[in-house]
């Protein structure tokens, strides 16, 4: 069993930067970690994830504004967020994955407005 929690979520600007942070409760080398978000109203979707080695991969619908990195020893993953848009208001959760293991957060809220 992986707990995941995710911080770092608020109340932004357009146009305004956030990190979320995910932070497991064992360590995490094997897995490939994301992050997705889900919308008031809406499906939960992909927003990026890195494999177990480091390689990130993002949707091309996410416009390259995010990065997504991880830190094995802090067993954290990382979601730097940058010039928000109110589109970007969600819940952000986390993701791992290995092989049949999957596990999730419980999600952090964010809020683009002016």
């Known amino acids: 069993q992986v707990e995941l929690v995710e911080s770092g979520g608020g109340e932004v600007q357009p146009g305004g930067s956030l990190e979320l942070s995910c932070s497991a409760s064992?360590?995490?080398?094997?897995?490939?970690m994301g992050w997705y978000r889900q919308a008031p109203g809406k499906q939960r979707k992909l927003v990026a994830t890195?494999?177990?080695?480091?390689?990130?991969n993002y949707p091309d619908s996410m416009e390259g504004r995010f990065a997504i990195s991880r830190d094995n020893k802090k067993k954290t993953v990382y979601l730097q967020m940058q010039n928000l848009k109110p589109e970007d208001t969600a819940v952000y959760f986390c993701?791992?994955?290995?092989?049949?293991?999957?596990?999730w957060g419980q999600g952090t809220r964010v809020t683009v407005s002016s």
């Open positions: 064992v360590s995490f080398h094997n897995y490939d």
């Open positions: 890195i494999s177990s080695g480091f390689i990130p």
């Open positions: 993701n791992a994955k290995w092989g049949p293991r999957e596990f």
